[in-house]
């Protein structure tokens, strides 16, 4: 198992990727880790190319009160209503993108 490290600067730091070699036995995807990360690439999650946009569709499809946990109630019931067979297309979607970025030799690619 690998543990798949997000692009965020203060994720980079010595410190952090000294806690990632010694908790993942450098089992880790990431800038400067044992694996790197392919650049320009965070479409290669699931979470950044499907979850969270459609996340905000669903959360502020409607107006929202200035209530954090009405937002919050909100967020859960979002995730709650996603149909199995979307998240499943996610997933499909996700083995190509892999497939590409293989191809393409970790460039760039749309």
């Known amino acids: 198992m690998f543990f798949q490290q997000d692009g965020c600067?203060?994720?980079?730091?010595?410190?952090?990727?000294?806690?990632?070699?010694?908790?993942?036995?450098?089992?880790?995807?990431?800038r400067d880790g044992p694996i790197l990360?392919?650049?320009r690439s965070p479409d290669l999650t699931i979470m950044d190319f499907?979850?969270?946009?459609?996340?905000?569709?669903i959360v502020y499809g409607q107006p929202l009160e200035n209530d954090e946990e009405k937002l919050k109630t909100r967020i859960q019931?979002?995730?709650?209503?996603?149909?199995?067979?979307?998240i499943r297309n996610s997933f499909n979607e996700f083995r190509?993108?892999?497939?590409?970025?293989?191809?393409k030799g970790g460039a760039l690619f749309e």
Request: glycine share 4%; hydrophobic share 40%; aromatic share 12%.
């Open 50 to 57: 499907y979850l969270w946009g459609r996340l905000k569709q």
């Open 37 to 39: 990360w392919p650049p």
């Open 9 to 30: 600067p203060a994720h980079h730091a010595v410190t952090a990727r000294n806690w990632l070699n010694s908790e993942f036995n450098e089992h880790w995807i990431g």
């Open 96 to 103: 190509a993108r892999i497939e590409i970025c293989a191809e």
């Open 77 to 86: 019931n979002a995730v709650k209503s996603l149909p199995i067979e979307e």
